[in-house]
């Protein structure tokens, strides 16, 4: 999902810029001149205060739209910015951050974290203005040849322009909800021999290895290019176990399948909690050996019905909308789409 900061994005110890001084605009508004367009400012010129109201406007819209709890997420994005350590821009209007976006610089890649802006001063073209800004810096990094992002705030339309149209690759998602009190979760006959059992770290080294071979080829290895190899399949993992981009990782709804005839990893599906009454599915894949023999659905059944188990009221999932097979599952089990979003990837910028 959105971006995880982490210890090492961003550098605490590098200078930090000059404050940004509101006193112009203070005496604007005392003083009241001809209205001046939002003006774009580092991130690093600012203080978590200055971010405050924007933040609180933030998780209270996670929360509405996507019943998600923001607030560790924001917590992160003030002390990053307190220290001066976080990549980014704000969208300044008369001395009022209206609008922010940050990124993460990771090897050859740019990850944008996070874009919001208040639903007052919400367009596409001040969406943009972020946008560009962040596009801009990251590719002035001569290392990066790719840029991700999954900004689920941003406002959705098919056809809308985005900046660096040129190098741009776009996919809808879907964001899906299924209501656990109501939910009805039969049991289905596998068509392999396999046995479910607890996920655990000792999994780890074996679940990145069926991540890359579950998403060879796979629309969703255009997405995250960190499918494409065990290596970053790992990274994932660990970004997905170890911080709260995807929520809080939830051990008892997450599971892993076996075939005992081969002792090998056939499938997992991993949980979160992103509010204490509402579970996300983070990942579930099967391997190629077992695809169409309903472990997949085995698997999420487990998972969803543990977070029943636990008193979760829902449980939500994101999806390529091309991925027909899995949007057909989903909807199945009772999932539906609440939420569309894009998934965008700039490529092909050097020369």
Request: glycine share 8%; net charge neutral; hydrophobic share 40%.
């Amino acid at each position: 999902m959105h971006g995880a900061l982490q210890e090492r994005d961003g550098g605490p110890d590098e200078p930090a810029p000059a404050r940004y001084n509101n006193s112009t605009s203070m005496a604007a508004r005392l003083n009241p001149a001809p209205s001046r367009p939002p003006e774009i400012v580092e991130l690093r010129r600012l203080t978590a205060r200055d971010l405050e109201p924007l933040l609180q406007e933030e998780t209270a819209a996670w929360w509405n739209t996507l019943e998600w709890d923001f607030e560790k997420s924001a917590d992160l994005v003030r002390r990053f910015v307190d220290l001066r350590a976080l990549n980014g821009y704000a969208l300044m209007d008369d001395g009022l951050a209206i609008g922010y976006i940050y990124y993460v610089l990771e090897d050859a890649k740019g990850l944008m974290g996070d874009l919001f802006v208040m639903r007052e001063h919400r367009t596409v073209e001040r969406e943009n203005l972020l946008l560009a800004a962040a596009l801009h810096s990251i590719v002035s990094h001569p290392q990066v040849t790719r840029i991700e992002s999954q900004l689920m705030m941003l406002e959705f339309a098919g056809s809308r322009a985005i900046p660096g149209a040129a190098n741009l690759l776009a996919f809808d998602r879907n964001f899906m909800r299924i209501d656990l009190r109501r939910a009805v979760l039969p049991e289905s006959r596998m068509r392999r021999a396999i046995s479910i059992d607890r996920w655990t770290d000792l999994h780890q080294e074996a679940t990145a290895r069926l991540i890359a071979a579950a998403y060879q080829g796979h629309v969703d290895s255009r997405i995250n290019d960190q499918y494409r190899t065990t290596a970053g399949a790992r990274r994932f993992l660990h970004n997905i176990v170890q911080y709260p981009g995807c929520g809080a990782f939830f051990r008892p709804a997450s599971f892993a399948a076996f075939e005992p005839s081969r002792g090998v990893l056939a499938g997992i599906s991993l949980a979160s909690l992103v509010s204490p009454d509402c579970g996300h599915i983070t990942q579930i894949c099967v391997s190629p050996e077992v695809k169409g023999s309903g472990v997949g659905y085995a698997l999420l059944r487990q998972s969803l019905m543990a977070l029943q188990d636990m008193g979760c009221r829902a449980a939500t999932l994101t999806v390529t909308a091309a991925n027909d097979g899995a949007v057909a599952l989903y909807e199945r089990v009772g999932f539906r789409t609440t939420r569309r979003f894009s998934a965008y990837v700039w490529e092909g910028f050097r020369g």
